[in-house]
């Protein structure tokens, strides 16, 4: 007589450990929270999945707990060469600590908790299937497509709740020497957990952030292992968090539903579940309709997006904490100095209706931090960027890194701070000017002068001006004497006398006069401490041409 233990053997004849044997390699930890960051390596790093890893690293690292990554590769079909390289580097340039994980030299692996990729970690998820199937909790099912399908649509005519559970199961209820036979005769198969199969019963459970959830309990009898051997999601979580000793899992809402289905399986292995907690799904407002963020339609879906873009890491990671919790933002803004380090997150109190990516607040976040930091720190920070992504600038910042420096800092941290860098991006419009062979390339988009400075007056202008200029006055001295040399040529020193009449212009216009020909642009920061950075020789040249 054929039994369930010999049905076992024969699938797995290699498998000899139990999972008590398997405990015993995987001793339980001392830290009382140990998360985990578990993305899939199919292409770009995913905002979401930075998203959630940045809450399960920030819960556990607030607690001196565990916060490791593994790599879920089981998708073969799927996976991207370079995927995992780009994970770890992103995880790494955003300063999110990994304890564990493939991250060692040439992608080996630091912890004592390993495999930390699931492809490779197959032996594991057979000691627990092969448990199922000798307790009687799992099975092989040999139904193809067209029978699933076929199923389905009978379910759907006669209005029953559509499924692979009961006698819709073709294989639920075979013998085991029917089994055997057809293992022999097949051996391509998938593995089924066996679920109770009554479609009213419902189970209560808690997640951290959304309290008690009531829903319709698991009745299908779900696929755990592949036809390639591989395991699905489903069992995978269950071996990988029961042996690497997650205490809490934090994911995305979409896998709501499935907690029925694990905390099932949890209890066929009379295991211990883990705390969830459920994060809302990352949207974007579009034709003033909610959505979720398109891997395919939105560019701030990759992660990569926001450094080519010239975000700097800790403005995304402070826009993503004013997501995570609404109060975050006036915190920072009490506290400018305080380090996003030293923030807590509450799961208790994350927001779990939606989460909407905002491109203004972005922005508006990131130049706040770019607004606080230091000119040192700004010009670091921006060089790095422009190497990787604008080389050209970057050689243009190594000329002369004071010069540089003096250039970005004007009327920074001051009364007037006009708070100009709201990306990297910013560096280079607010940079080119400085340097004399970027403006001639500037010179074809150069704006017109006003209509009312024709060329002989330009000229008179420019002879006396060039002849008084002085850069060691103040600022307001400065626009006193421009006032006083404009006014000899014909430009009223206020409203008030331009008005009266008999002028060509107000002392405005020779001043965007000197900003267009010393800058090439309408708009640049505070006109004389750009001429006094440029220094009097060169703004004289400038001014001559």
């Known amino acids: 007589m054929t039994t369930r233990t010999d049905i076992a053997n024969m699938i797995f004849p290699n498998v000899t450990e139990t999972i008590a044997d398997l405990q015993s390699k995987y001793p339980a930890r001392s830290e009382s929270v140990v998360t985990r960051v578990a993305p899939s390596p199919t292409g770009f790093m995913h905002l979401g999945n930075f998203y959630s890893g940045l809450i399960a690293n920030k819960f556990a690292t607030q607690d001196n707990g565990i916060f490791f990554i593994r790599i879920e590769d089981t998708d073969q079909k799927r996976l991207t060469e370079w995927a995992v390289d780009l994970i770890l580097k992103i995880f790494g340039q955003y300063d999110l600590k990994i304890s564990e994980g493939p991250i060692g030299q040439n992608g080996s692996d630091i912890g004592n908790y390993g495999p930390y990729t699931q492809s490779q970690r197959k032996d594991l998820y057979e000691v627990f299937v092969k448990h199922l199937i000798q307790q009687g909790l799992a099975y092989p099912c040999w139904m193809s497509e067209s029978e699933i399908e076929s199923t389905r649509e009978q379910q759907m005519k006669l209005k029953i709740t559509p499924g692979i559970y009961g006698n819709y199961s073709l294989w639920r209820n075979k013998t085991p020497e029917e089994i055997a036979s057809k293992i022999q005769e097949n051996p391509n198969f998938v593995i089924r957990f066996r679920s109770h199969w009554d479609i009213t019963k419902r189970v209560v459970f808690e997640d951290m952030s959304r309290g008690k959830v009531s829903m319709i309990d698991n009745y299908n009898d779900i696929v755990v292992i592949k036809s390639d051997g591989l395991p699905t999601y489903h069992l995978a979580h269950i071996a990988d968090d029961t042996l690497m000793r997650t205490t809490?899992?934090?994911?995305?809402?979409?896998?709501?539903?499935?907690?029925?289905?694990?905390?099932?399986?949890?209890?066929?292995?009379?295991?211990?579940?883990?705390?969830?907690?459920?994060?809302?799904?990352?949207?974007?407002?579009?034709?003033?309709?909610?959505?979720?963020?398109?891997?395919?339609?939105?560019?701030?879906?990759?992660?990569?997006?926001?450094?080519?873009?010239?975000?700097?890491?800790?403005?995304?990671?402070?826009?993503?904490?004013?997501?995570?919790?609404?109060?975050?933002?006036?915190?920072?803004?009490?506290?400018?100095?305080?380090?996003?380090?030293?923030?807590?997150?509450?799961?208790?109190?994350?927001?779990?209706?939606?989460?909407?990516?905002?491109?203004?607040?972005?922005?508006?976040?990131?130049?706040?931090?770019?607004?606080?930091?230091?000119?040192?720190?700004?010009?670091?920070?921006?060089?790095?960027?422009?190497?990787?992504?604008?080389?050209?600038?970057?050689?243009?910042?190594?000329?002369?890194?004071?010069?540089?420096?003096?250039?970005?800092?004007?009327?920074?941290?001051?009364?007037?701070?006009?708070?100009?860098?709201?990306?990297?991006?910013?560096?280079?419009?607010?940079?080119?000017?400085?340097?004399?062979?970027?403006?001639?390339?500037?010179?074809?988009?150069?704006?017109?002068?006003?209509?009312?400075?024709?060329?002989?007056?330009?000229?008179?202008?420019?002879?006396?001006?060039?002849?008084?200029?002085?850069?060691?006055?103040?600022?307001?001295?400065?626009?006193?004497?421009?006032?006083?040399?404009?006014?000899?040529?014909?430009?009223?020193?206020?409203?008030?006398?331009?008005?009266?009449?008999?002028?060509?212009?107000?002392?405005?216009?020779?001043?965007?006069?000197?900003?267009?020909?010393?800058?090439?642009?309408?708009?640049?920061?505070?006109?004389?401490?750009?001429?006094?950075?440029?220094?009097?020789?060169?703004?004289?040249?400038?001014?001559?041409?």
């Open 248 to 545: 809490h899992v934090i994911r995305g809402e979409e896998w709501l539903t499935s907690v029925p289905l694990h905390l099932q399986l949890f209890g066929a292995f009379d295991l211990p579940a883990p705390k969830y907690c459920h994060i809302a799904p990352l949207l974007k407002t579009e034709d003033g309709n909610k959505r979720k963020l398109s891997k395919r339609k939105d560019p701030e879906a990759n992660m990569e997006y926001f450094a080519q873009s010239g975000f700097a890491r800790q403005g995304v990671i402070e826009y993503l904490l004013t997501i995570i919790d609404s109060s975050f933002e006036d915190r920072q803004k009490s506290n400018p100095d305080k380090n996003y380090h030293d923030y807590k997150i509450n799961l208790e109190k994350l927001n779990t209706s939606w989460a909407l990516v905002d491109p203004i607040k972005l922005q508006s976040v990131n130049n706040n931090y770019l607004s606080r930091i230091s000119t040192e720190d700004l010009y670091n920070q921006s060089l790095e960027w422009a190497q990787e992504y604008r080389p050209s600038l970057a050689e243009i910042m190594l000329r002369d890194p004071e010069y540089t420096k003096a250039a970005l800092g004007i009327e920074r941290h001051t009364e007037k701070d006009p708070k100009r860098f709201t990306t990297y991006q910013d560096i280079e419009t607010q940079l080119m000017f400085f340097f004399d062979d970027q403006r001639e390339n500037l010179q074809a988009t150069k704006p017109a002068l006003p209509e009312n400075l024709t060329s002989e007056i330009v000229s008179k202008f420019v002879a006396e001006y060039t002849q008084n200029i002085n850069l060691t006055m103040t600022p307001e001295d400065w626009f006193a004497q421009l006032k006083e040399i404009g006014k000899k040529h014909g430009f009223a020193t206020n409203n008030a006398e331009f008005k009266e009449g008999g002028y060509i212009g107000k002392t405005g216009d020779l001043a965007m006069f000197l900003r267009i020909q010393l800058c090439c642009a309408s708009r640049t920061p505070d006109l004389y401490s750009v001429m006094k950075i440029l220094g009097k020789e060169r703004v004289i040249t400038r001014l001559n041409k």
